[in-house]
């Protein structure tokens, strides 16, 4: 397929899904059904279905999917690193212990409470790792990975601890673990207005640092040479990566490899340059995150599936994969 084929190609294929999307669940019903809900026709509980719990969670599932995939592209292409994902500075984790820690406390009583928690402390472990690792104005990427995980398994680890507290009372246990395994049951629109000007704009931020990116690409010695300011740029996509990962995780929970495995997907198909591969990373992640979460409902039945389960199938070998072409390549180069 020629290169200017494919984005139209993928937007297509996303709408495909989405609408797919909405005829899945354990209520059967078909497309005549979907349409006449939106045309406020039919019986109230197949409007109510579509409405209410169908289209928030596909609507969620296409701005998350788009989130994680750009925060995940911007990293490997600031660190250089094909391995680098959105949890590489811990934005993932420390978002995880904001929600369980205010579900502990209670706050779930607002739509706004938990995400707002997530976000305010996925915030902070960023600024923290970022302090961490800087030295006065130089800031190294090895530094930030290193800080990144060990603030992650900080972070992770009290997350772990308010669980094992929390199991004391099994619903409230439950409903945490239901959190920090990641999904979509139970969102409705609220949360749908909550993550899309919070994905949107920092998304199309980052469109604005490609060329930046594109000379990184090469080193921050020849980016120098080109006029780029290396250090703003580093602290611009530092901070949108991670406006976007909070967003995303703090209301749908943590969704693993979908910010490791799209991008490389987008340079594939699209070309190495990140203009192009940005747009196309940001269709492939709201698509993939759609499909797994169309797959999850379609085979759910006595058990709980979760769209993340999915996507760990699908990027743990790809992440193996991509561990072993590194691998050759740098000995190759040795």
């Given at each position: 397929?020629?290169?200017?084929?494919v984005?139209?190609g993928?937007?297509?294929a996303?709408a495909?899904?989405m609408?797919?999307?909405?005829?899945v669940?354990?209520?059967?019903?078909?497309?005549?059904?979907?349409l006449?809900?939106f045309?406020?026709?039919?019986?109230p509980?197949?409007r109510?279905?579509?409405?209410?719990?169908?289209?928030?969670?596909?609507?969620?599932?296409?701005l998350g999917?788009?989130?994680?995939?750009l925060a995940?592209?911007?990293?490997?292409?600031?660190?250089r690193n094909p391995?680098a994902?959105?949890?590489?500075?811990?934005?993932?984790?420390?978002a995880?212990l904001?929600a369980?820690?205010a579900l502990?406390?209670g706050?779930?009583?607002?739509?706004?409470l938990v995400?707002?928690?997530?976000?305010?402390?996925?915030?902070a472990?960023?600024?923290?790792?970022?302090?961490l690792?800087?030295?006065?104005?130089?800031?190294?990427?090895?530094?930030?990975?290193?800080?990144?995980?060990a603030?992650?398994?900080?972070?992770?680890?009290?997350?772990?601890?308010?669980?094992?507290?929390?199991?004391?009372?099994?619903?409230?246990?439950r409903?945490?673990?239901?959190?920090m395994?990641g999904?979509?049951?139970?969102?409705?629109?609220?949360h749908?207005?909550?993550?899309?000007?919070?994905?949107?704009?920092?998304?199309?931020s980052?469109?604005f640092?490609?060329?930046?990116?594109?000379?990184l690409?090469l080193?921050e010695?020849?980016?120098?040479?080109?006029?780029?300011?290396?250090?703003?740029v580093?602290?611009?996509?530092?901070?949108?990566?991670?406006l976007?990962?909070?967003?995303?995780?703090?209301v749908?929970?943590i969704?693993?490899?979908?910010g490791?495995?799209?991008?490389?997907?987008?340079?594939?198909?699209?070309?190495?340059g990140?203009?192009?591969s940005?747009?196309?990373?940001a269709v492939?992640?709201?698509l993939?995150?759609?499909?797994?979460?169309?797959v999850?409902?379609?085979l759910s039945?006595?058990?709980d599936?979760r769209?993340?389960?999915?996507?760990?199938?699908?990027?743990?070998?790809f992440?193996v994969?991509?561990?072993h072409?590194?691998?050759?390549r740098?000995e190759a180069?040795?």
């Open positions: 397929m020629s290169q200017r084929l984005l139209p993928l937007v297509l996303l495909v899904a609408a797919a999307s909405l005829l669940g354990p209520a059967a019903l078909s497309a005549s059904d979907v006449r809900a045309g406020s026709e039919g019986p509980w197949i109510s279905v579509i409405l209410e719990v169908r289209l928030p969670r596909v609507l969620l599932a296409a999917g788009l989130a994680l995939a995940g592209h911007a990293l490997q292409g600031l660190f391995l994902d959105p949890s590489v500075l811990g934005v993932a984790s420390g995880t904001g369980v820690v502990y406390s706050l779930a009583l607002s739509i706004l995400p707002s928690a997530a976000f305010i402390v996925a915030l472990t960023a600024a923290t790792v970022y302090r690792a800087a030295r006065g104005p130089v800031v190294s990427n090895s530094s930030l990975v290193l800080a990144g995980l603030v992650s398994a900080l972070t992770s680890a009290l997350s772990s601890l308010v669980l094992s507290v929390a199991l004391a009372d099994w619903e409230l246990g409903q945490l673990l239901s959190w395994l999904g979509l049951e139970n969102r409705n629109m609220g749908v207005w909550i993550l899309l000007p919070l994905a949107i704009v920092p998304s199309a980052l469109a640092y490609a060329r930046d990116l594109d000379a690409a080193g010695e020849q980016a120098l040479a080109v006029g780029v300011d290396v250090l703003a580093r602290r611009g996509v530092l901070v949108l990566s991670s976007l990962t909070a967003a995303t995780v703090s749908m929970g969704v693993p490899f979908v490791l495995v799209v991008p490389h997907a987008a340079r594939f198909v699209s070309g190495p990140h203009r192009k940005f747009a196309t990373s492939l992640g709201a993939l995150l759609v499909v797994a979460d169309t999850s409902r379609a039945g006595s058990i599936l769209p993340g389960v999915l996507t760990s199938l699908i990027g743990a070998p992440f994969a991509v561990v072409r590194t691998r050759k740098d180069h040795a």
